[in-house]
């Protein structure tokens, strides 16, 4: 007799890093810095490749150079602004701010609109100098509806949570109640 073990998700608590291959390690840290407000972290001395790490919001990036990459000269042959392409994306406070700034830094920008139920996302995507695609937006409008009954989202708030909740239903509307309670007394008039 075979008893199926029931299969779980892996227990993963968030988005720790992502990390890409970079030409030039020093202008990719540079627009990383000066464009999306990242700040360079320690590294461990122990790699022995060119590479940094940075970090802000929750998530790390972590370039390793590559001098030799194959894909478009970010320079030379600028790659179509696509945004069906693989992307990193950021939510913001203020996409109109964005677009303002990446104008008077001389970026190229693609936008791009999503309505769902009378509620609207904007979004801009653009290349950092390897071409990777970025996309900012107000995604945060947009609510998170889970499509399953089983409330499959799982948030990793320690815990405190775990014990007031029976089910997972209930600790994701704790969650959501939480986070909605912190964003209304935040909010300013």
């Known amino acids: 007799m075979v ?48 590479g940094a790490w940075l970090f802000n919001y929750g998530i790390g990036i972590h370039l390793l150079e590559n001098e030799s990459i194959d894909e478009y000269d970010a320079i030379n042959e600028p790659r179509p602004i696509n945004p069906k392409d693989n992307h990193i994306s950021f939510q913001c406070t203020d996409v109109g701010l964005v677009k303002r700034r990446l ?15 009378g509620i609207q996302v904007d979004q801009v ?3 950092d100098p390897d071409g990777y695609m970025i996309e900012i937006c107000n ?14 989202l799982k948030p990793s ?23 909605l309670s912190r964003d209304m007394m935040n909010f300013s008039f």
Request: hydrophobic share 40%.
């Open 3 to 50: 008893i199926e073990e029931v299969q779980e998700a892996l227990p993963l608590l968030s988005l720790n890093h992502v990390s890409l291959l970079v030409r030039s390690v020093w202008t990719s840290v540079q627009f990383y810095e000066d464009v999306l407000g990242f700040g360079l972290i320690k590294r461990p001395s122990s790699f022995n490749f060119h």
């Open 103 to 117: 104008e008077a830094m001389g970026m190229r920008y693609t936008t791009a609109v999503v309505e769902e139920g």
């Open 125 to 127: 995507f653009f290349h």
């Open 139 to 152: 995604c945060e409008n947009l609510p998170v509806l889970p499509i399953s009954s089983s409330c499959p």
């Open 157 to 179: 708030y320690g815990n405190y949570y775990k014990k007031m909740a029976e089910s997972k239903c209930e600790l994701m509307e704790i969650v959501m109640m939480k986070s």
